[in-house]
């Protein structure tokens, strides 16, 4: 019972929390964009544009009320999920997240599973020999692939796999000679659900590369989370309780000592769900990957207030639910956690 108030006391406050976080991170972004050099009505209609036509545009825009009244109708408008409008076309922001974060999560997702899978296995394979050659080998490979440069690595690897062998696509989500099948924006499943084998086909082949390089980048991290976990583990002394009552090294590796040293690795994939954005959107610039990481890019060269605002707070609050779903789970499955 005891136990049961305190998780239900943690996981309150967590989700409590996670407002806080997203208005904290909404000001700092709207703060950010005021102060920065620069001034988006010289991106839309040119520097040398009348003073007049400015000042029109600055006033439909509400760039010339005070910065408190500007602020207090970006947080009356993100209340009322009312994101605005971008400065160069006028398009909605919310539009412009929908047409967008799809392309990001199927390669996000991807490259999470690619780099969890591969790095684990990586971290794992060393575990029966310490010290060994499999256990260094594993722990080079961590290190090297997390210090590997995004832009550096994904241009080697177009330059193998797409200019020099030929493989796979150099760039882009889906073939120029198809039409893409409509749904939910997630390509992959919309081509299952239609049943058009040939854009699924092309899909994937598309998403080889740029899925493939951010997974490869980010295995590292659960190498070498799992090679330390499970060393530690391993040296407990309820997995030397395990073996003196004659376990086979199988059993206490596989029922005692790795349930308990995944938890932690729980906890870093949660954390590497931020590290995709950074490194996304270096994948999808180099790949021509039309996601959000790519739109937030070009709104911040354009000076794009209200677009760049709106894509944060979305990236924001996905980083904040994740983050906030893996510290209850880890929560809820480890007894030993005390709050």
């Known amino acids: 019972m005891a136990r049961g108030r305190e998780l239900f006391r943690y996981c309150a406050t967590r989700l409590a929390l996670a407002p806080l976080m997203l208005w904290l991170i909404a000001s700092l972004v709207f703060l950010l964009l005021r102060v920065a050099p620069g001034d988006p009505v010289d991106a839309v209609l ?30 009356s408008g993100l209340v009322h999920g009312d994101l605005g409008v971008a400065l160069i076309n006028n398009e909605p922001v919310r539009s412009i997240i929908s047409k967008t974060l799809p392309a990001s999560l199927e390669l996000g997702i991807t490259a999470l599973i690619i780099s969890a899978v591969l790095g684990l296995a990586v971290g794992f394979s060393g575990i029966a020999r310490p010290e060994g050659k499999f256990d260094l080998a594993g722990r080079f490979y961590g290190i090297g692939t997390y210090a590997l440069p995004p832009f550096w690595a994904a241009m080697l690897i177009q330059l193998v796999f797409a200019v020099m062998l030929g493989w796979l696509p150099v760039g882009g989500r889906f073939p120029p000679s198809l039409i893409p099948p409509e749904g939910s924006g ?54 030397e309780s395990a073996r003196s009552r004659g376990l086979s090294e199988t059993q206490v590796v596989l029922r005692h000592a790795l349930p308990n040293a995944l ?18 959107l270096l994948i999808e610039v180099t790949f021509s990957w039309p996601g959000i990481a790519m739109r937030l890019q070009e709104s911040i060269n354009q000076r794009d207030y209200p677009v760049v605002q709106g894509i944060v707070v979305a990236i924001a609050a996905l980083v904040v639910m994740v983050s906030v779903a893996v510290d209850l789970l880890v929560a809820v499955l480890d007894p030993r956690i005390r709050y």
């Open 46 to 75: 040119g520097s040398r544009a009348p003073e007049a036509a400015k000042a029109a545009l600055r006033s439909s825009l509400g760039l010339d009320q005070s910065l408190w009244n500007q602020y207090l109708d970006f947080l």
């Open 186 to 239: 997630f390509l992959i499943f919309d081509s299952m659900i239609s049943g058009n084998w040939s854009a699924l086909q092309g899909t994937i082949r598309h998403l080889v590369l740029p899925a493939g390089t951010l997974g490869l980048l980010l295995s590292g991290v659960f190498t070498n989370a799992l090679r330390l976990n499970l060393n530690r583990t391993l040296k407990s002394d309820y997995v």
């Open 263 to 280: 938890l932690p690795v729980l906890t870093i994939a949660g954390i590497t769900v931020a590290s995709l954005i950074g490194g996304a």
